[in-house]
């Protein structure tokens, strides 16, 4: 009986060992099944080598654990805990069991998280966000930290992988890393994240997207309600307002008044080889376009107009003498009487033609654009902020008893150069307006332009066919003396010309003016000088071979371009930083290179004779000024040819433009007193257009025979315009 009792006891507690075994294999058959769903959603691989392989390695468990039985037993608590950890971390998120198990399942995830590192690690590759197409031809995918090469991995054939593939049980696990040329399995944690994703739950297991109500309101110690009003009659009579309202709408609803969207119709079976015979018909006829109202009657064909609207006999028989064409119509007749009204002559023959402009006129549906014209204004500044800039007249200096024709500011800003009709020139202190010095040169002065040059003081002046190189006598004795060795003229021993013609310019000692005089064959109409203050380039517009010259003050040298210029030259200008010289002709601007002696660029103004020329202090822009008030802008950066734009501002010729050296303004002056201030931004940008603002218009010169402003330049430091007038006065307008 005591053997039959311990044969039960042992019987009962096998069961119980065998109890928790049976939980563990169903487990793993469900894990098994989890893998398998998984490889199938991944890869195409060998599922049933995968599953064979668990099912192989459950078997082995569970014989190792039959083999320890009593281990189990001894165990059996602890081996619970862990088949619950297990069954919870490894289960299925749509199971109930996440919500039995979340606690345990997010424990153990917070352990995987805390003692993972991956998400720590740094990239292998560091070479940021460049393309990875860049290193397709190189044998290298990108660098390490330390700068070394990251060799890319021997690439296996389709063949190969794939057998690899099947080798490997947990090929669906494995993503490409492309960045780091690696492959890269992710955990289960990571699977079943991107499982909830794709369902479109939230990637963390806990979270609870229905959280429970919580009431904040403590009830339980509340001695009074919150309102004790009792309840209004209006909360159980029915509105009499909202059924006079639902009335409205109904009625509204009959008549038509609101309409409801109707459900969109299918498209119903048509012939899918067969042609559309809708859709030509359409396309054959044009759609329907009202004819256009006749004129209503008016008081001349009442039939009592009044008198003044009945013609005479005189202007009867002068209709007879018109063409058809712009005879009237009707001649409208009085009658006393609505009885004495005879019928319409020519009421037929209206309603005939009536009939045939309907049918044979073409009629023509055009759309009206409806565009603001404030929105093709462009947007510019205002300008109030581009300041400064002239605004008003500070100072005029008065002293000329004719026309001044030419002004000239030397680099310092503190003198200013004039010339004038009346045979002198003079020179001007800018601040005090004070005359300080002048020269009588005999002949009508019409260009002067002053040493660009701070140490060379020296002033070029044209009379005529003449020009002469003044010393203003300005600096220390160091730049004094300079300026008098560059102002000295040896005997002239230049050889003749072999073709017998005579030379173009010949260098000439002025003993009283103590410089030196160019004797040229014709008139000489403007100089130019260098930057470096050496050469200067003097224009005669008559003649083609010899009418622009460069001269070299230091050699004594003159020498003409060895280009065809094919024009009326007007103006010359040199570059500001480089070896270019721009040559101004009547209808289109030539740019040379003086260094390689090569023609770079025609740029076409599109004029009737430009008058002027300017170049920007940067050297990529111009400006040419036109006897037609027009004013044209060039970009040198751009490959065409033409203005980039062309201002319309002066209504008569434009004399002359100038650029400011420092600040971003531009002015012309014209003929008809007035001069026109800009502000023109050039940016370094080259994606950006330049920026044309007009600012202000100066006047102040009176007309003298028929002429207004001649001449205008710029202060080199501030922003001041100088203006001189045929009204013999010269004007300082300031900011």
């Excluded at 005359?435 to 260009?447: H, M, N, R, S, T």
């Excluded at 170049?615 to 060039?634: A, T, Y």
Aim: aromatic letters at 10%; charged letters at 30%; proline letters at 7%.
């Amino acid at each position: 009986m005591k053997q039959k009792d311990q044969k039960t006891s042992s019987d009962k507690e096998l069961s119980r060992v065998e109890d928790p075994l049976k939980q563990q294999k169903e487990e793993q058959d469900e894990e098994a099944k989890l893998d398998s769903d998984n490889c199938s959603e991944f890869t195409s691989s060998d599922n049933s080598e995968s599953l064979s392989e668990l099912e192989d390695g459950e078997s082995v468990s569970l014989e190792d654990e039959d083999d320890h039985e009593i281990n189990f037993y001894k165990d059996s608590e602890s081996l619970r805990g862990s088949e619950a950890g297990e069954s919870s971390s490894l289960g299925d998120e749509d199971s109930d069991d996440d919500e039995e198990h979340g606690s345990q399942s997010s424990e153990l995830n917070q352990g995987d998280e805390s003692d993972s590192s991956e998400d720590e690690v740094e990239p292998r590759n560091t070479i940021g966000d460049v393309p990875l197409k860049w290193y397709d031809d190189e044998p290298h995918i990108g660098y390490d930290i330390k700068g070394k090469k990251i060799t890319k991995k021997v690439k296996q054939d389709k063949l190969d992988s794939f057998l690899a593939n099947v080798d490997d049980s947990k090929s669906w696990r494995k993503i490409y890393d492309e960045i780091n040329d690696e492959d890269v399995e992710l955990t289960k944690e990571e699977i079943k994240l991107v499982r909830r994703l794709l369902k479109g739950r939230a990637p963390h297991p806990d979270f609870e997207p229905y959280p429970d109500y919580v009431d904040w309101f403590k009830w339980d110690d509340a001695k009074h309600p919150l309102s004790n009003a009792p309840e209004p009659k209006r909360r159980f009579v029915p509105s009499k307002w909202e059924a006079k309202k639902v009335v409205k709408y109904v009625r509204a609803i009959r008549k038509g008044l609101i309409t409801f969207d109707k459900p969109k119709e299918e498209d119903g079976p048509y012939l899918l080889w067969g042609d559309d015979l809708s859709s030509t018909e359409k396309a054959n006829h044009l759609a329907y376009i009202p004819a256009p109202k006749q004129k209503l009657p008016g008081h001349e064909e009442a039939y009592n107009p009044p008198l003044e609207y009945i013609p005479t006999q005189e202007e009867i028989n002068s209709y007879q003498l018109m063409y058809e064409e712009d005879r009237p119509k009707f001649i409208p007749k009085r009658f006393t009487s609505l009885r004495s009204i005879p019928a319409y002559e020519n009421g037929v023959k209206e309603c005939f033609e009536r009939c045939l402009d309907l049918y044979m006129c073409p009629r023509v549906r055009r759309k009206r654009l409806n565009i603001d014209p404030e929105s093709l204004k462009p947007k510019l500044p205002s300008p109030k902020d581009l300041r400064p800039y002239p605004v008003a007249c500070y100072i005029e200096y008065i002293g000329h008893k004719d026309e001044v024709t030419s002004i000239s500011v030397d680099a310092s800003g503190q003198w200013i150069a004039s010339a004038s009709l009346d045979g002198t020139v003079r020179i001007w202190e800018v601040e005090t307006g004070r005359c300080f010095k002048q020269w009588d040169v005999g002949e009508a002065a019409l260009f002067v332009a002053w040493n660009p040059f701070p140490d060379f003081h020296i002033l070029a002046v044209s009379t005529g066919p003449d020009v002469h190189l003044l010393n203003t006598g300005f600096g220390n004795e160091e730049e004094q003396k300079k300026t008098k060795e560059l102002l000295h003229v040896e005997p002239s021993t230049a050889p003749e010309d072999p073709n017998g013609k005579a030379p173009a310019v010949s260098w000439v000692q002025n003993d009283k003016h103590e410089g030196i005089r160019l004797r040229h064959l014709k008139t000489v109409s403007s100089i130019e000088w260098h930057r470096k203050g050496d050469y200067f380039s003097t224009v005669t517009p008559v003649g083609e071979s010899r009418a622009v010259l460069i001269h070299q003050l230091s050699k004594k040298f003159t020498q003409k371009l060895p280009f065809k210029l094919g024009g009326v030259t007007v103006r010359s200008a040199f570059h500001p930083s480089r070896p270019f010289f721009f040559i101004c002709l009547k209808n289109n601007i030539r740019v040379y290179d003086l260094w390689k002696s090569k023609f770079i660029k025609q740029l076409v103004t599109g004029l009737r004779e430009a008058s002027s020329i300017a170049i920007h202090p940067g050297g990529d822009n111009l400006i040419v000024g036109s006897k037609e008030g027009k004013m044209c802008w060039f970009d040198m950066d751009l490959s065409s040819t033409n203005p980039y734009k062309v201002l319309r501002c002066h209504p008569k010729d434009i004399n002359n433009v100038a650029f400011h050296r420092s600040y971003p303004l531009f002015a012309s002056c014209s003929e008809d007193c007035t001069a026109y201030v800009f502000h023109g931004m050039v940016y370094s940008d080259l994606n950006r257009d330049p920026l044309i603002v007009p600012l202000k218009i100066l006047r102040g010169h009176k007309p003298s025979n028929g002429r207004g402003i001649l001449d205008c330049k710029f202060h080199p430091r501030q922003p001041w315009l100088f203006t001189a007038g045929a009204d013999a006065v010269i004007k300082l307008y300031c900011h």
